[in-house]
């Protein structure tokens, strides 16, 4: 079993940015692909980035791809996402989440469905 409590979410100024950390509890972080979601109101829960265990590839949607970094510390059981230039459209509740790496690759690591484990969300709202 695996926890995770996302927190950095915020209001910010468009251009501006933010860094969302998620921490898992249990001694076997280091054993899951991580990843970040996101989802606005009134739309469906959307792919944001996704890393592998040991830092080697990283995945991003198109969208935030130049502006966002993910990035892990197996030592600290710690996610983050470093979010810059945000945009408007990037206000949504953002979601860590844990797979095993062999179940997150069936979909390149972009589908939610096949991640185990979800944090709570941090709400990233982006005033225009």
């Known amino acids: 079993q695996v926890q995770l409590v996302e927190s950095g979410g915020g209001l910010v100024q468009a251009g501006g940015s933010l860094r969302l950390s998620c921490t898992a509890s249990?001694?076997?972080?280091?054993?899951?692909?991580m990843g970040w979601f996101r989802q606005a109101p009134g739309k469906e829960r959307e792919f944001v980035a996704a890393?592998?265990?040991?830092?080697?590839?990283?995945y991003y949607a198109e969208s935030v791809k130049g502006r966002f970094t993910i990035s892990r510390d197996n030592a600290k059981n710690t996610v983050y996402l470093q979010m810059n230039s945000l945009k408007s459209e990037d206000t949504a509740i953002y979601y860590c989440?844990?797979?095993?790496?062999?179940?997150?690759?069936?979909?390149?690591?972009?589908?939610?469905?096949?991640?185990?484990?979800w944090g709570q969300g941090t709400q990233v709202t982006v005033s225009s």
């Open positions: 890393i592998s265990l040991g830092n080697s590839f990283v």
């Open positions: 249990g001694r076997t972080f280091s054993s899951y692909v």
């Open positions: 989440a844990a797979g095993l790496p062999l179940r997150t690759a069936v979909h390149g690591h972009r589908a939610g469905y096949d991640y185990d484990y």
